[in-house]
């Protein structure tokens, strides 16, 4: 069984936050800021807006020491059922340079509060690390029952087709086709703050229509013209060199950045081959088609089958020379050679091909 990835924690943490059993104290952390910031959003709508001024504390772990956090948690709400504190960057509160006359605190002054929190606050607090396992605070933090404590670490690039159909669906009430939905994750990448960005504005774009086409993500994202890394994708795939070469001068006459155009196509083919090499690792390990789609986390078997179709056309022993080439060529682009862009995008080619 595959482990969740940060879109399903996401919910789980979600659905948690809004509970009426939720606990009284919050930790989430993670490289996915994306989520982290979707949560703080939500924690802050929990107090209305004409109780904020008195039940609503947005603090930062840089700015305030840890007795005057807890002098604040364990305050009681004004006029109403209970108070929220967002603490932000955890990791900084009860470093040296907060101080109030020399007497701050320390950070494991928390601890006895985890234990018996105010039962009319909720305290979430945020960080980009989890505190460590071993320290004192870490261990009250992710073993302590009173405390919900969710990591988030970055969406793997193949789950992210699944992430925008979910997405869509959830926050619009539109359907995307598993095709737009590969389109728009491979072009985009794996910021989730850019992907949806572009959701909304493809959802704006088609706002009378339930369904959201390829050709919708092309009008919107820029890429509507005759060839694209789609095409030379399957060009290049096929082990056609002569119409992978072709593909490729024309995005280039047709860019308005030769280098930046060179930076894409290197990132959506890293994308590419990093899920092709993911599949033919876990099929010469023995595992069978349906193995390896549940191991990858992939629900949606039109984009499996579409991945598992791409990942029959090379060997995992290719798959070192195919990252050396676009390695090479990202370093090439972004100034670490004096190759013209048509050539450093032509010689990628011809390597991974070849």
Wanted: with cysteine; proline share 4%.
């Amino acid at each position: 069984m595959a482990k969740n990835t940060s879109i399903e924690i996401y919910q789980e943490a979600l659905q948690a936050l809004k509970s009426k059993e939720r606990k009284p104290v919050y930790f989430f952390c993670g490289e996915e800021e994306f989520f982290l910031d979707r949560l703080e959003k939500a924690t802050e709508s929990l107090i209305p807006e004409q109780n904020k001024d008195f039940n609503f504390d947005l603090l930062y772990g840089r700015d305030i020491s840890p007795q005057k956090l807890l002098s604040i948690i364990r305050s009681y709400p004004m006029m109403a059922e209970y108070r929220v504190v967002v603490l932000r960057d955890f990791g900084s509160l009860g470093s040296p340079t907060v101080s109030e006359n020399g007497n701050g605190g320390s950070v494991n002054d928390l601890i006895p509060y985890l234990e018996q929190p105010n039962p009319t606050t909720l305290l979430v607090m945020f960080d980009s690390k989890k505190p460590h396992g071993r320290s004192k605070i870490g261990k009250a933090i992710q073993k302590n029952k009173k405390v919900g404590f969710y990591q988030f670490e970055e969406v793997p690039d193949y789950r992210l087709p699944d992430w925008i159909i979910e997405w869509t669906q959830r926050e619009y009430n539109k359907t995307i086709t598993p095709g737009a939905a590969q389109m728009l994750a491979q072009f985009v990448g794996s910021n989730l703050q850019l992907v949806s960005t572009e959701i909304d504005k493809v959802c704006t774009f088609v706002d009378t229509s339930q369904n959201i086409e390829e050709s919708d993500v092309k009008e919107i994202i820029g890429l509507y013209r005759e060839y694209s890394a789609i095409e030379l994708k399957d060009a290049l795939l096929s082990r056609d060199l002569e119409q992978s070469l072709f593909i490729a001068e024309q995005m280039l006459q047709h860019s308005k950045t030769d280098t930046g155009e060179i930076i894409r196509t290197v990132g959506f083919f890293y994308s590419v081959f990093s899920n092709v090499w993911q599949i033919r690792r876990l099929a010469t390990k023995g595992n069978t088609k349906g193995q390896i789609q549940e191991a990858m986390g992939i629900g949606n078997n039109w984009y499996f089958n579409k991945l598992w179709q791409d990942a029959s056309k090379y060997e995992l022993q290719d798959m070192p020379r195919v990252f050396e080439a676009l390695l090479d060529a990202d370093r090439a682009a972004k100034g670490f050679s004096s190759m013209d862009p048509t050539t450093i995008l032509l010689l990628m080619i011809k390597r991974i091909i070849n």
